[in-house]
Every structure is written in structure tokens, then in C-alpha cells.
């Protein structure tokens, strides 16, 4: 069976009320987020993170990070939105980039660290499973808004987007996510060195975006080249960089303690 009839051409709009359309693009951000939550909480006294705190964060740093993700769409599509600077305002209608909901997000839980003199890294390795699961499940949105896809392709798993058959890119995403998410609760379980859940996920997250990256239709771009790419790369050197370095220490840490 054709993953097209499994996957048909969806209405965006989920429901309304009072007039007001509730798109299926919110929802599925929204349930990212919350079982992004449920996750992290569950797990926080594992690693001795205040639960009460992590709430907190996260209504401090959920909101900063979506602001993050649509300043970082408009910057990239300032020629769309300078024409009407009340589009910019329009969330329902999608355009969150999740490299500038990322760096928000996790620049806002810094201040958080340093406010609560919680250790940062420990509270990333907490929570970067959860946002795993978050684009998993937030992904979705994309396909009701029908954006975020590749480019044509004659493949058996193509979905119809504009009376096209085009690469499914949200769904690519979607399941190396929640892949993503399953390999980091794992090997969470025997940590190695706090940061090593973080690194991780920037290493995971990163080869996926970059070859994904290449098939997508609506890129923004930073000059001749595809800026997620571009990010994606430099994130990859510097949390692989940084997974070898902090792992050797954790080595000869082990070393001189157990002789």
C-alpha cells in the first residue's frame, strides 16, 4: 500500500470554537511539549533535580524558546513578513525553526541553572530526551500543515502535497527522533560523565538534520547554503569534539580514584 492513502492531503484545522479555528499544528506542538514534561519529570529525582524546578523552567523556557523558533524563521523570510509585520504574530500558521527554539530555550535554562545553582549539563542530560520526543510528536504539525517536505520522488512511502508526490521529510524526522529518544533513555541509564546524554543528542540530532536538510523543498538559507545544514554541522564538530574530550577526563578520573 502507498503511504499516500495512508497518509492523505489533511484538513488543518482540528476543530473551533466560537469561531476561533484550533489548528492541528498547535496541537501537536503542544502535546510534544507537555509529554516532553512528563518524561522529565518522571525522571528528575534520578538526577536530583527539583521536579517544582523543572516546572518552572519549563514555563519560563517553553515560551522563550517558541519565541526564539519564530524569530528565527523571520529573520531567514524578512522579505515575507516586512510587508506585514502582523504575519510575524500569526504562530497558528506555523514557521517555528527548531535550531533558534533550541539556543533560546537552552540559553533561558542557563539563567535558570545559575539562579537555582543547579549544574547545567546534569539538568540537559535530563531533559534532551524529552525534547527528542517533543520533535517527534511536534513534527506531525507539519504534515497537517502540509509543509516541511522534500521534493518530488517516485518512492513507495511519498505522500501527495499539492497534487505532488513528494518526499515525507516530517515523518523522516519524526522517526529518527523518537529513535533518538529511545537510544538516550537507554544509555541514560549508565551515564558516564554528566553532559554525555546532551552531546549525544547534538551528535544524533544533527547528522539527521544535515542529510534530511538536503531533500527539503523550503530551506532557509544563510547565503548559497541551507542554514540548517550549516548548523547542524558546526554543532556536530563541537559536541563530538566536546563527547571525546569530557569522556577521556571521565577515563582517568575512574583511573585515580580506583587506583
Partial sequence: MHLSKLLPQPDPIAFSIFGFDIRWYGIMVTAGILLALLVSYVRAEKHRINPDHLISMVLISVPVGVI???L???LFNWDYYAGDLLRILNFREGGLAIHGGLIFG???ALICCAHWKTRPLNLFDLVVPG???AQAVGRWGNYFN???HGGPTNLPWAIEVGGQMVHPTFLYESVWCFLIFIIL???GRRRRFEGQIFLLYGILYSIERFFVESLRTDSLMLGPFRAAQVVSALVFLFCLIAYIV???RARRSKRRIFG
Wanted: proline share 0%; net charge positive.
Fill in 68 to 70: 526564539g523558533a519564530r
Fill in 246 to 248: 569530557m569522556r577521556r
Fill in 72 to 74: 528565527y524563521y523571520v
Fill in 106 to 108: 537552552l540559553l533561558t
Fill in 131 to 133: 525534547i527528542a520526543l
Fill in 146 to 148: 502540509q509543509e516541511a
Fill in 185 to 187: 533513555l537507554i544509555i
